[in-house]
């Protein structure tokens, strides 16, 4: 069984377009934890997802997975880690199932129907498979989008706006995917303008500040 994993931000910063954003940012999330990043629109929020996820590169200080910076453990990092932005990353002329095939097999991993029917029905998708993605709604898309966190099993989960397109009972079903994850171990760090309560696990807050 793996250890514990820990994402550690030690005097973290961004700059961009010649404007530093935020900086000095330290902070310790922990298995079983999810970390709420908050500020007002600008401030940085995604930057600094993206840079959690190796989309950007760190501007000051750095970024530690397991007590290692995760530039020096690239690819084992990347194994750990499922990214979701707020756009869903979808192939509009492929299939739900190819869609979800595809997106597992780039992450090195096969499913079968039988695992695909499951999480398609845990997310009110059921019989959705051999839709084109193109004919779902933008809150079926966002579902599918969604859906792959149930697929993956990397602990540390980087969710950008994951509440976004979602109807009242999407967002309980996803809160409750989320809260399943940290009760198993995993960490989550997440943003969105819908302060949405994880289960009974309190969030711990990172509020970014305009310099």
Known sequence: ??????????????????????????????????????GVNGVGK??????????????????????????????????????????????????????????TALAGRTIGPGQTQKVLTRFGLRGRSQQLVRHLSQGQKRRVALSRLALSPARLWVLDEPYVAMDEAGVKMLADLIADHLQHGGLAVVTSHQRVPIGDIPAQMLELQVL
Request: a negative charge; charged letters at 15%; proline letters at 3%.
């Open 1 to 38: 069984m793996k250890n514990p994993p820990t994402l550690t931000f030690a005097k973290l910063g961004c700059s961009k377009g010649g404007r530093q954003l935020f900086k000095n940012v330290d902070c310790t999330l922990t298995a079983g934890h999810w970390l709420y990043v908050a």
């Open 46 to 103: 995604t930057s600094l997802l993206r840079m959690v996820c190796g989309l950007s590169s760190i501007g000051a200080g750095d970024i530690l997975w397991n007590g290692v910076p995760i530039h020096a453990q690239a690819d084992a990092y990347h194994q750990d880690l499922c990214y979701l932005g707020h756009l869903n990353g979808l192939q509009e002329s492929m299939t739900v199932e190819e869609n979800l095939t595809f997106i």
